[in-house]
């Protein structure tokens, strides 16, 4: 049988969470009747905590790239970009950083620094995935044999989630969830994005100066 388990990882001081598949009664999926928007009068079990509101993923409710964050009312839950990713105004949706995105070919999604605009950069790497750092092309979300190892996980080649710089970070939740389920899927878990924050640098909530 499956063993139960949970992988979990620190991303540049946000501690994510997933649990993975067990031989235990699954947990009830979050039903749209039950989703907690401040019209819904019953809240899913997933989100009905207003006293530990820790922002979560939870599959088909945000747009691409977003996870839900607490609003500013009990039971009021808002879509952002998730941690390591910017919001673009022009197309209106959030982008990882260091990939194609929204840019031509051969560049990447960037900022500026200090003003944090969102903007592309030429990438004088090629490959798939490729990206300068320390002066060399590596590969995005590997350890390149520059991260070192914490116990059994070796850190990756990432985004920073409150610099939007590239370092060495544990693996982020996308990267565990193709290494452990081969690919995403529609039953994957909700995931908790502990220590997320919806003001910080790359939300839209930041750029519309509304924290």
């Given at each position: 049988g ?5 992988v ?22 979050v039903?749209?009747?039950?989703f ?8 899913s079990h ?6 530990n ?7 088909g ?5 977003e ?5 500013d009312?009990?039971?009021d839950?808002v ?22 995105g ?45 991260c070192?190892?914490?116990g ?5 080649i ?49 750029y519309?100066?509304l924290?």
């Amino acid at each position: 049988g499956l063993k139960s388990f949970i992988v979990c990882a620190t991303i540049a001081g946000l501690a994510v969470a997933q649990t993975l598949p067990s031989t235990e009664p699954p947990k009830p999926r979050v039903q749209e009747e039950l989703f907690a928007f401040p019209a819904d009068e019953q809240i899913s079990h997933y989100l009905q905590n207003a006293r530990n509101r820790t922002p979560i993923y939870v599959p088909g409710k945000c747009a691409d790239n977003e996870i839900l964050y607490p609003g500013d009312h009990e039971s009021d839950w808002v879509c952002d970009c998730r941690p390591g990713h910017v919001y673009y105004p022009q197309m209106n949706k959030c982008y990882p950083l260091f990939m194609q995105g929204f840019c031509k070919a051969g560049e990447y999604v960037d900022v500026m620094r200090p003003s944090m605009i969102v903007n592309c950069t030429t990438n004088v790497c090629t490959g798939q995935n490729m990206v300068p750092y320390d002066g060399k092309c590596v590969e995005l979300n590997r350890h390149n044999r520059i991260c070192k190892r914490v116990g059994r996980v070796y850190w990756v080649i990432g985004v920073n989630a409150t610099t939007l710089e590239l370092g060495c970070v544990p693996p982020d939740t996308t990267t565990m969830l193709h290494r452990v389920n081969g690919e995403e899927s529609e039953d994957e878990e909700p995931i908790q994005f502990e220590g997320a924050n919806r003001c910080s640098n790359g939300t839209r909530t930041k750029y519309e100066g509304l924290c």
